[in-house]
């Protein structure tokens, strides 16, 4: 089963977008794991990415694919 680990972003602006982290094909994430331990995984995600100065709003962990809205 496929997951998919997407945070909620928002900057100093309060312009907020949602981005995918990863998925279950990239890593070896499960649903408990994700649920367990997706902030840590967004907190590294964040300091190595292009985000780093944008503010983590929320995330979900999703089954199946998922699109962004803003990409929809």
Same mark, same amino acid.
């Given at each position: 089963?496929?997951?998919?680990?997407?945070?909620?972003? !928002?900057?100093?602006?309060?312009? !907020?977008?949602?981005?995918?982290?990863?998925?279950?094909?990239?890593?070896?994430?499960?649903?408990?794991? !994700?649920?367990?331990?997706?902030?840590?995984?967004?907190?590294?995600?964040?300091?190595?990415?292009?985000?780093?100065?944008?503010?983590?709003?929320?995330?979900? !962990?999703?089954?199946?694919?998922?699109?962004?809205?803003?990409?929809?």
């Amino acid at each position: 089963m496929l997951i998919t680990l997407v945070a909620i972003l !928002c900057n100093s602006s309060q312009l !907020c977008l949602e981005k995918v982290v990863t998925n279950s094909e990239q890593s070896s994430i499960t649903m408990a794991g !994700c649920q367990m331990n997706a902030q840590a995984g967004i907190a590294d995600w964040l300091a190595h990415g292009p985000y780093q100065d944008w503010k983590l709003q929320g995330y979900r !962990c999703v089954v199946g694919t998922y699109v962004p809205r803003h990409e929809a």
